[in-house]
């Protein structure tokens, strides 16, 4: 019979592993399509940051790689997404380029103890409303163009499933209320990015059906 214990332990585990990949079957769609419609860019910069804050925040800390090596990944992702964006809307520009190594600069800057030692623990403790304004400004471009082909739902369940294990730990395991509401909220918002996306694929495979009725009549 498998414990308490020893469930909590494997969804830390599956959490870390899919965060290790969380957002490279993004990736792999967008250099598929070639297409940025219904992606957001600024959604994937405010997620940037949040991913920054909590790695600079770990790192000042001293904690061991392993222990926050999923959010590492999701920086170094969400760049090569970002870059990829920018390149697809024709938006990589040296301005562009500029003020996301400003950003990058920030972070070290906050990382080293300037402008202020303890900004990164003011940070961390709103990286949850951080992260979750990504997913509405997400859902907004989303409702804007009403095309959902060029995002990955496999990606949304993923971090789905991770926000949905990250619930149950904190509800079973650390019983920290905080936390329990950041990670409900966030998978909340993450199911909500699955279903609008199925909906508008679902309507476009009908339009789409429609119209070809219509030639062959």
């Given at each position: 019979m498998v414990s308490l214990e020893n469930f909590l332990e494997f969804l830390n585990y599956t959490t870390v592993m899919c965060g290790l990949i969380g957002k490279i079957p993004q990736i792999q769609?967008?250099?598929?399509?070639?297409?940025?419609?219904?992606?957001?860019?600024t959604s994937n910069i405010i997620e940037l940051i949040a991913f920054l804050i909590v790695t600079s925040y770990c790192a000042k800390q001293g904690y061991k790689l392993m222990s926050y090596l999923e959010m590492v990944a999701a920086v170094v992702q969400t760049l090569i997404f970002l870059a990829l964006l920018m390149y697809y809307n024709k938006s990589l520009n040296a301005f562009n380029v500029g003020y996301i190594l400003v950003i990058l600069n920030a972070f070290y800057s906050f990382y080293l103890g300037y402008p202020h030692d303890k900004i990164l623990d003011y940070l961390v403790a709103v990286v949850s409303v951080i992260l979750a304004s990504s997913k509405l400004v997400q859902l907004k471009e989303l409702f804007r163009t009403k095309n959902s082909e060029n995002i990955s739902i496999f990606r949304w369940l993923l971090i789905s499933y991770m926000s949905c294990a990250r619930m149950t730990t904190n509800l079973l395991g650390t019983m920290d209320t905080a936390l329990f509401i950041?990670?409900?909220?966030?998978?909340?918002?993450?199911?909500?990015?699955?279903?609008?996306?199925?909906?508008?694929?679902?309507?476009a495979k009908e339009t789409t059906g429609k119209s070809a009725r219509r030639k062959a009549d």
């Open positions: 769609m967008l250099r598929k399509t070639k297409n940025t419609a219904g992606l957001s860019t950041s990670s409900t909220m966030a998978f909340v918002l993450n199911v909500t990015v699955v279903i609008v996306s199925l909906q508008y694929r679902k309507a």
